[in-house]
């Protein structure tokens, strides 16, 4: 275990280097509340609720996901995978006594802590200085479910690159696979189609998918809604990730053996 | 004691043969043809602990397959094989923990970090305990002499340093085996005689049995007391290595810098390569090399000289013909 958090705390260092990036990333943080600050602002005008939210509710909730939607940068690991494994630089991974799935997560890990750290601080800065209320549960046990359901969705999201990353052992082209799955997620989460025009039984079928728990139900349940659907958001998300697990150290064995273009 | 073994070990690749076009792209999508192409055919290597083996042989003659296949990155199609008592292909971590490989153009450090931050992750991955931690890295830095490189940002080091660097990270675990491919490459004379002196230190003084794979006959003439041949998949010569360049290495190359414009006199046994007013390159019968060399020394106003190996694709060639 020790290996794999100096992995992710090597990844952070890394990212650690680049001052204007950093800069860049406090900037984007605090811009993006006086957007939604500005934004909200325009469309409440004259009105006290919108889908069923409040003012400080629909902030709060624009910031928690957008937050959440940030931290969300797993798909560079199966872009990054392809690219190795089809330019012979993947072996470096295979030679050193480590999992590779548990070295591409750990990375994961590594680059969000940091992103995660720099949000989380340029945003409670500005909370506190221009005194915006902030709307959040008051229920301890939702709060621990939210923050629970937010690792567990990073963690599934960085499985699954991982495993469309490895299909480029099979496949070498993967980019129709990636294309499905940002669609797929784009759909579950409304981002397509409204998810209210959407027949009950389709809505209530997309609650076994995983995608649904990745950013919109924990911003839900930080600002006190849905929160019955925490218990379940959890187990699905569970399930999803031992899935995964499973299945990418099963497909990684099985394929590797079979790849001869894998580099030196 | 036998520490890599392979009994008729071959790999064969399938490769897609496209047809000429656009045309033949088209094709390709329905109907695809391919062809078996054998990278390594039949191949069998004993090395014992300790040694130091050049692996030589021209481009696409199958060496860095059979070291892929070495260091458990790729499967055999058929054949034994057998590393430290494992066969590699598992990647088990009891096997990874024991060897080492070093790709002249390709880095296992992080370019944004420093060495030393790479070298506290390779600390944990290889599960390093602290004092033998600090007493490899302290005795492979000061070795190298590179103390005041250790906290300056990767990317930032030449390439000659980059590569000490490369090869502390793989020897900080102590490993038995240290697979190298092409430690030299790109590297001037000063920095390649640095990394040669370091590999003969570490084989002596550690025990560490060195597989080195490279293109330059002076890599393999001062580090390898055998070396194995390959040539289209296949062993052709396995021994040592001053009888091979004895027996096959025919000549020379000499170059010679004039301080100014001079008329000189080539001797007939000697092949001119490139000829202007103040260069002469000249391919010297390997007996002849010491006569040649004196010859212009006391008669021509000379700037520089140098002689270089006859290259491997000739010597291979010799070999393979049996000349």
Redesign the interface.
């Known amino acids: 275990m020790?290996?794999y958090?100096?992995?992710a705390?090597?990844y952070m260092?890394?990212q650690l280097?680049?001052r204007s990036d950093t800069f860049v990333d406090v900037i984007l943080a605090v811009s993006k509340i006086l957007f939604a600050w500005i934004l909200w602002s325009i469309l409440f005008e004259g009105k006290k609720q919108i889908a069923g939210l409040g003012f400080q509710t629909m902030i709060s909730y624009y910031i928690i996901s957008s937050y959440l939607f940030q931290l969300e940068k797993s798909a560079e690991i199966s872009q990054q995978m392809t690219g190795m494994l089809r330019n012979g630089?993947f072996?470096?991974y295979?030679?050193?006594?480590?999992q590779t799935q548990g070295y591409f997560v750990a990375m994961e890990a590594g680059k969000i802590a940091f992103s995660a750290g720099i949000g989380f601080l340029a945003t409670f800065l500005w909370f506190y200085l221009f005194r915006i209320p902030f709307v959040h549960t008051a229920n301890i046990k939702i709060l621990l479910c939210g923050i629970i359901m937010v690792v567990l969705g990073l963690l599934f999201m960085a499985l699954l690159n991982y495993f469309l990353g490895i299909l480029t052992l099979k496949f070498e082209e993967i980019n129709i696979f990636l294309m499905i799955k940002d669609n797929l997620s784009a759909f579950v989460t409304g981002a397509v189609i409204p998810l209210a025009l959407l027949p009950e039984w389709m809505i209530a079928g997309m609650r076994f998918l995983p995608f649904y728990y990745v950013t919109y139900l924990p911003s839900m349940l930080f600002i006190g809604k849905c929160e019955e659907e925490a218990i379940t958001g959890l187990i699905v998300l569970s399930v999803w990730c031992i899935a995964f697990l499973v299945l990418n150290l099963v497909t990684y064995e099985h394929d590797r053996?079979?790849?001869?273009g894998?580099?030196? | 004691m036998k520490i890599i073994e392979t009994e008729n070990l071959t790999k064969k690749y399938k490769r897609y043969k496209k047809q000429e076009g656009l045309a033949g792209s088209i094709k390709g999508l329905f109907h695809r043809e391919y062809e078996e192409k054998i990278a390594v055919d039949d191949f069998d290597i004993h090395v014992n602990e300790g040694e130091f083996v050049g692996l030589i042989g021209p481009n696409g003659a199958g060496k860095t397959t059979l070291v892929k296949m070495l260091t458990g990155i790729i499967a055999p199609t058929s054949g034994k094989i057998q590393v430290m008592g494992f066969y590699p292909n598992k990647l088990e971590k009891a096997f990874k923990q024991q060897y080492a490989v070093v790709m002249g153009q390709k880095s296992q450090l992080f370019f944004e970090l420093t060495t030393e931050d790479t070298l506290r992750l390779f600390k944990e991955i290889y599960c390093i305990p602290e004092d033998e931690y600090k007493r490899n890295k302290n005795f492979f830095v000061d070795l190298f002499q590179v103390q005041e490189l250790m906290n300056v940002q990767v990317r930032t080091l030449s390439l000659g340093e980059r590569m000490k660097m490369e090869l502390i990270a793989a020897l900080l675990h102590n490993p038995k085996i240290l697979f190298l491919d092409e430690p030299t490459i790109g590297l001037d004379a000063v920095a390649s005689k640095q990394i040669r002196t370091f590999l003969k230190d570490v084989n002596e003084s550690r025990g560490t049995t060195i597989l080195l794979t490279s293109h330059y006959m002076e890599d393999i003439k001062v580090l390898c007391k055998r070396s194995v041949v390959v040539n289209y998949g296949r062993k052709i010569y396995d021994g040592d290595t001053d009888m091979l360049f004895e027996n096959y290495q025919k000549s020379k190359k000499m170059t010679i810098y004039f301080e100014h414009s001079v008329e000189s006199d080539v001797p007939e046994y000697c092949r001119v390569l490139e000829k202007t007013d103040d260069k002469l390159v000249l391919e010297i019968p390997k007996q002849n090399a010491e006569k040649v060399l004196e010859s212009y020394i006391g008669h021509y106003p000379i700037r520089d000289i140098g002689i270089e190996e006859e290259e491997i694709g000739s010597v291979v060639e010799r070999i393979y013909k049996g000349v």
Not at chain 1, 94 to 98: A, D, H, Q, S
Not at chain 1, 257 to 260: C, G, L
């Open positions: 020790k290996k958090l100096e992995i705390k090597a260092k890394a280097i680049w630089t072996s470096k295979m030679v050193i006594p480590v053996i079979k790849y001869d894998a580099g030196i």
